[in-house]
C-alpha cells in the first residue's frame, strides 16, 4: 500500500522547515532548523487533495529525506 500526504500535509511540513516561496511562485526555499539548505516545487491546490505518490518521491527527496516512510515519520 503506497504512502500518501495531503497537500495540506506537505504544506506544513515546508512552513515548519522554514521554507518560502515567492509571490505568485511555485518554489520554495529555505534554510531549515538543521541548517540544511533546502529548494522544493510544490503547486499547492486544497488542504484534503491527495498528492501523487510519485510526486510526493520527489517532493521527499528534494526535501533530502530518504524514503518516504521518513518523511511520514517526521510529520
Known sequence: MPIRFSHGDIKRLLIHLNMKA???????????????WRTCKFDY???RD????????????????????????FI
Request: glycine content about 12%; overall charge positive.
Open 45 to 47: 491546490h486544497k488542504d
Open 50 to 73: 491527495m498528492v501523487a505518490t510519485g510526486t510526493a518521491k520527489v517532493i521527499a527527496t528534494s526535501l533530502k529525506f530518504k524514503t518516504l516512510q521518513d518523511m511520514k515519520e
Open 22 to 36: 515567492d509571490k505568485g511562485s511555485n518554489f520554495f526555499y529555505g534554510l531549515g532548523r538543521d541548517g540544511i
